[in-house]
């Protein structure tokens, strides 16, 4: 089994940034993040591998960037020009498997609110 503790959220003005962290119990090849507006379906932001490789979703590109320090087993998100529609309860996910069966833990959820 894995922890996750995100921290970071809070309340930011458009066009401002944050930086939300998540501290894994031990070190996973594959993280995450998702958010959840209210109302609205879960939806992967970004993603990266233990060697870096990162991937965003269209709506983030450009101003967000994933990151991690492996020897800290913990993931960043720095998101920078902040929209109101970026205002979500933001989770960080991990994913690993032992080559039969796949797991998932799950973050206890940051909430980030943006303000026009």
């Known amino acids: 089994q894995v922890q996750l503790v995100e921290s970071g959220g809070g309340l930011v003005q458009a066009g401002g940034s944050l930086r939300l962290s998540c501290a894994a119990s031990?070190?996973?090849?594959?993280m995450s993040w998702y958010r959840q507006a209210p109302e609205k379906q879960r939806e992967l932001v970004a993603t990266i591998t233990s060697g870096g490789s990162t991937n965003y979703a269209d709506s983030v590109k450009g101003r967000f960037t994933i990151s991690r320090d492996n020897a800290k087993n913990t993931v960043y998100l720095q998101m920078n020009t902040l929209k109101p529609e970026d205002t979500a309860v933001y989770y960080c996910n991990a994913n690993w498997g032992d080559g039969t069966r796949t797991f998932y833990a799950w973050g206890q959820g940051t909430l980030v609110t943006v303000s026009s």
């Open positions: 031990r070190r996973i090849n594959f």
